[in-house]
């Protein structure tokens, strides 16, 4: 990846309740300007290959992390992080699964493929926004990680 990931977190949620809730809990801990949303899986991963509307990598660098919900419209959060993982540039590409799935094969595959961590989205408002938070937070240490050796 590319110097410039160090300032993007990439969100990819379909639920506009929950992208509201997302973007409150990110602003909490500063971070606004720098994240990105995607509403679906097809979104996400024309976002992260740079194709169509996402051409530009000045408008539209790389993240330094990804957010993904794994019940996507289009191209399902697992298929996303599948194709992630295969990918040269985004291999290493620390990915946060953040979703309503309780399910133990999705707690695996995601497992196996590599994420940072797997969250389920809790349904009390203030403990989803704790989890936001700690995300956020994550970020923000990821970026100073990579401002320190890039």
């Not at 949620?13 to 990110?26: K, Y």
């Not at 990105?36 to 790389?62: F, I, K």
Request: overall charge neutral.
């Amino acid at each position: 990846m590319s110097s410039d990931a160090a300032s993007i977190l990439l969100v990819v949620e379909d639920d506009p309740n929950d992208v509201n809730f997302i973007r409150r809990g990110l602003a909490k801990v500063g971070i606004g300007e720098q994240v990105r949303y995607a509403r679906d899986g097809g979104e996400a991963l024309a976002y992260l290959g740079g194709e169509g509307v996402y051409q530009d990598r000045t408008l539209h660098p790389l993240p330094s992390l990804m957010v993904l919900d794994l019940k996507l419209p289009k191209k399902p959060g697992l298929e996303v992080l599948a194709w992630v993982r295969n990918d040269s540039r985004l291999k290493d590409l620390p990915v946060v699964i953040f979703t309503s799935s309780k399910e133990e094969g999705d707690v695996r595959r995601a497992r196996k493929l590599g994420v940072e961590a797997y969250h389920v989205k809790p349904v009390d408002y203030q403990d989803f926004t704790e989890v936001v938070k700690s995300i956020g937070l994550l970020w923000i240490t990821l970026t100073k990680q990579a401002g320190a050796t890039g």
